[in-house]
């Protein structure tokens, strides 16, 4: 049996960011941290995940993708990496008002061509078809 994690598509709420010496950690996917990476660690969204997360002072947004797990502060949404606080223009505040919305992957972003088939006329042939003389003949060697 397969269990899906329901996380709203939208959040709104504080964002802080790890420290730039935070650079060589182990993120809880595995993941060595980088502070120029567009990374952040999000409670519920599964490893993987991308965010569009917009900071609402600024109109700011960036893409970032679910490596860790947290932030474990109250009141706090999200932490990102210090590449994604620089993007949205949060380093100076240290805490910021953000929207995290999930980013559709499934989207194709082409349209596929339309192609066109030969037309195969499968119709029934209206003279007969038999051995004829042939198959007399053929008949009459193998008797022999």
Known sequence: M???LLCAQTQKGKATFYSKRATGARTASGERLHHDSLTCAHRSHPFG??????NHANGKEVIVRVTDRGPFSRGRIIDLSWGAAKALDILDQGVAVVEIEVVNENIIPFKP????????DLGVSKKPIGFGKDWRKLKKRMSR
């Open 113 to 120: 061509p339309v192609y066109q088939f030969p037309e195969f």
């Open 49 to 54: 995940t991308k965010l569009r997360v917009t």
């Open 2 to 4: 397969a269990f899906t």
